[in-house]
């Protein structure tokens, strides 16, 4: 697995480090692309992304002028300053920049009932604005002070997340506040690499998959096969020394179960309602096992002498 790190709180200097090279990134981007539509840039774990709506798509050269661009900016040491602004001065200064994205954005705010937002600028020795983005904060003090960072992917998005909205390019980049520390972390995830569970797979003839059954449903090979048989009996020796008892469930059940349970319309892994013709049943795919294994519990009675009373399953969900 690649190294992770919590995202840091909005207070730790490591914060403002990350939102900075946001703010960086949409600078050096609309370097490149001037009629680029700025979408959100949030601090992340490990690091930042931005969301860009642009006139073509991305490329990895594209990605190594932006870092450069990156870097340029950071010599220059240009200060983050904080401007408040009504609602309505916030979208008079929006509008001629044609930034729609950030214009919805601002009347999100005002729905919400906030009467300003604020915008940073990124001023240089000069006291020239290279840069002005709508944020609540918070940064360093100026963009000499952000630690070592790296643009690192390139992916797609939707805005706000909704497949409904625009599409748009997504960049990630990590940050941190020392080259050594980004160079470890670096090093940690080309590591994560050589040990994907998908490369492993395929080297070492474990499962397959196939666009007819589908993404993520992996079909095991005989070594697989046997590797999987192996880790569930060790699982369920260590189950059985614990004092649990096995039992098997079926895969799906009725509707009714899951609505009992508080699952059904509220639970976003369950899958659809499947309708049976014969007996007008309503049957669901199980998401987890807990429903079944209630109903096992009351089909007797039982003592409290019996508890705690565990069951146990080694079962796809």
Same mark, same amino acid.
């Given at each position: 697995?690649?190294?992770?790190?919590?995202?840091?709180?909005?207070?730790?200097?490591?914060?403002?480090?990350?939102?900075?090279?946001?703010?960086?990134?949409?600078?050096?981007?609309?370097?490149?692309?001037?009629?680029?539509?700025?979408?959100?840039?949030?601090?992340?774990?490990?690091?930042?992304?931005?969301?860009?709506?642009?006139?073509?798509?991305?490329?990895?050269?594209?990605?190594?002028?932006?870092?450069?661009?990156?870097?340029?900016?950071?010599?220059?040491?240009?200060?983050?300053?904080?401007?408040?602004? +009504?609602? @309505? /001065?916030? #979208?008079?200064? !929006?509008?001629?920049? &044609?930034?729609?994205? %950030?214009?919805?954005?601002?009347?999100?705010?005002?729905?919400?009932?906030?009467?300003?937002?604020?915008?940073?600028?990124?001023?240089?020795?000069?006291?020239?604005?290279?840069?002005?983005?709508?944020?609540?904060?918070?940064?360093?003090?100026?963009?000499?002070?952000?630690?070592?960072?790296?643009?690192?992917?390139?992916?797609?998005?939707?805005?706000?997340?909704?497949?409904?909205?625009?599409?748009?390019?997504?960049?990630?980049?990590?940050?941190?506040? +020392?080259? @050594? /520390?980004? #160079?470890?972390? !670096?090093?940690?995830? &080309?590591?994560?690499? %050589?040990?994907?569970?998908?490369?492993?797979?395929?080297?070492?003839?474990?499962?397959?998959?196939?666009?007819?059954?589908?993404?993520?449903?992996?079909?095991?090979?005989?070594?697989?096969?046997?590797?999987?048989?192996?880790?569930?009996?060790?699982?369920?020796?260590?189950?059985?020394?614990?004092?649990?008892?096995?039992?098997?469930?079926?895969?799906?059940?009725?509707?009714?179960?899951?609505?009992?349970?508080?699952?059904?319309?509220?639970?976003?892994?369950?899958?659809?309602?499947?309708?049976?013709?014969?007996?007008?049943?309503?049957?669901?795919? %199980?998401?987890?096992?807990?429903?079944?294994?209630?109903?096992?519990?009351?089909?007797?009675?039982?003592?409290?002498?019996?508890?705690?009373?565990?069951?146990?399953?080694?079962?796809?969900?």
């Amino acid at each position: 697995m690649p190294p992770r790190s919590q995202k840091p709180e909005a207070t730790d200097p490591l914060y403002g480090m990350r939102h900075s090279c946001a703010h960086m990134l949409a600078q050096a981007v609309l370097q490149v692309f001037p009629d680029a539509k700025l979408g959100v840039g949030p601090v992340i774990d490990n690091g930042f992304y931005y969301d860009f709506q642009l006139s073509r798509t991305l490329t990895p050269e594209d990605i190594k002028d932006i870092q450069k661009r990156m870097e340029h900016i950071g010599k220059q040491n240009q200060t983050f300053v904080r401007q408040e602004k +009504t609602i @309505e /001065e916030a #979208k008079e200064f !929006l509008k001629p920049k &044609e930034q729609l994205f %950030k214009i919805e954005l601002v009347n999100d705010f005002a729905e919400q009932g906030s009467t300003t937002v604020s915008f940073y600028e990124n001023v240089d020795q000069k006291g020239e604005v290279k840069f002005v983005d709508l944020c609540r904060g918070n940064h360093t003090e100026t963009t000499g002070k952000v630690g070592a960072f790296q643009l690192t992917t390139i992916a797609s998005a939707y805005w706000k997340g909704d497949s409904a909205n625009p599409s748009m390019q997504r960049i990630y980049g990590v940050c941190f506040a +020392t080259q @050594e /520390e980004l #160079k470890d972390y !670096l090093m940690k995830i &080309e590591e994560a690499k %050589k040990r994907d569970h998908k490369l492993l797979g395929k080297q070492l003839s474990l499962f397959t998959f196939s666009p007819l059954v589908g993404a993520g449903l992996p079909l095991f090979l005989p070594k697989g096969a046997r590797l999987k048989r192996t880790l569930e009996e060790f699982i369920t020796s260590e189950k059985e020394k614990r004092g649990y008892s096995f039992v098997c469930i079926p895969h799906i059940a009725k509707d009714a179960l899951y609505v009992t349970s508080g699952h059904l319309g509220k639970y976003d892994a369950m899958m659809p309602v499947m309708e049976v013709e014969e007996g007008g049943d309503k049957l669901v795919m %199980k998401a987890m096992n807990c429903p079944h294994h209630f109903e096992m519990f009351k089909a007797e009675p039982h003592s409290y002498r019996e508890l705690p009373l565990r069951f146990a399953e080694n079962t796809t969900v």
